[in-house]
């Protein structure tokens, strides 16, 4: 076991998303994972239908319990539900020096609105310059920038914008564009890399985004180079997906546990 993730994210009751993807994808990539529950939802392959965020101190108090013990090599960030949560982690967070890896969840797989808003502008301020990497998909790379990403040269255009916000690197995730490719664009300060995998014509995509982050939040602290992290990342995802159980009426969960690709 190597590298320890601290995953600040909310839980999935069914198993796909949040904490228990995070959890799962740590693990089955060689890491130890810790926990912060920011909110505990309601939802399953077929969307969401409940947010309860936790109170800003019982998620500070348990980001300090981890913190103050068992410690962190990296840690990912997913799902904040509100504003006090933004600003808790951004506290909690300022004076560590480990990857901050951030998937600033504004909306689910499913097209449910997880957060609010006006989160946007809170996370833009507090957490995007404390990021090691953002990692947003297509639309929440159109709602921190206020560009439209409707192409593969659009994702690239993103992640310049996020990285004149403060941010170190972007990962902007195409998997919501159109193509016989499922193109991702890694955007660094000297330079940008595109991984491109064959697209999976399935319907096994529920917690894609919290999986590929916690993936190279793993890789991060196992001290990869960014870019081998994200290519990591991205052929985990790609396997996890590749062999999916099949479970659920909707989007369905992906295969964490897949070991061999």
């Known amino acids: 076991m190597k590298g320890r993730v601290l995953t600040i994210a909310g839980s999935d009751p069914s198993g796909g998303a949040g904490i228990q993807a995070d959890i799962k ?31 800003a101190d019982l998620l500070r108090a348990q980001i300090d319990a981890v913190l103050s013990d068992i410690g962190a090599d990296a840690v990912k960030i997913g799902l904040l539900p509100n504003m006090a949560a933004v600003e808790v982690v951004a506290s909690a967070l300022r004076h560590l020096d480990v990857p901050i890896v951030l998937d600033p969840v504004l909306v689910a797989t499913s097209g449910d609105a997880l957060t609010l808003s006006d989160i946007t ?10 990021s090691f990497v953002v990692t947003p998909n297509t639309d929440e790379a159109a709602a921190l920038t206020g560009l439209k990403v409707k192409s593969a040269r659009d994702l690239t255009l993103a992640g310049r914008a996020l990285l004149a916000q403060g941010c170190g690197a972007a990962l902007v995730k195409g998997g919501h564009l159109s193509g016989r490719h499922v193109v991702n664009s890694l955007v660094t300060p000297t330079g940008e890399h ?4 064959v697209r999976i014509e399935t319907a096994a995509t529920h917690g894609t985004g919290c999986t590929l982050a916690a993936a190279l939040a793993t890789g991060l602290a196992q001290g990869l180079s960014l870019l081998a992290a994200a290519m990591h990342a991205t052929d985990y995802v790609h396997a996890a997906i590749s062999d999916a159980p099949g479970l659920g009426a909707g989007a369905g969960p992906l295969n964490h546990a897949i070991f061999d690709f």
Not at 28 to 51: D, H, K
Not at 121 to 129: D, V, W, Y
Not at 194 to 197: F, G, N, P, Q, T
């Open 25 to 55: 994808a740590v693990t089955a990539l060689g890491g130890y994972a810790a926990s912060a529950v920011t909110a505990l939802t309601v939802q399953n392959t077929t969307g969401v239908s409940r947010v309860d965020p936790v109170s």
């Open 121 to 130: 502008a809170c996370l833009k301020e507090k957490l995007i310059p404390l």
């Open 194 to 197: 595109v991984l491109e995998r």
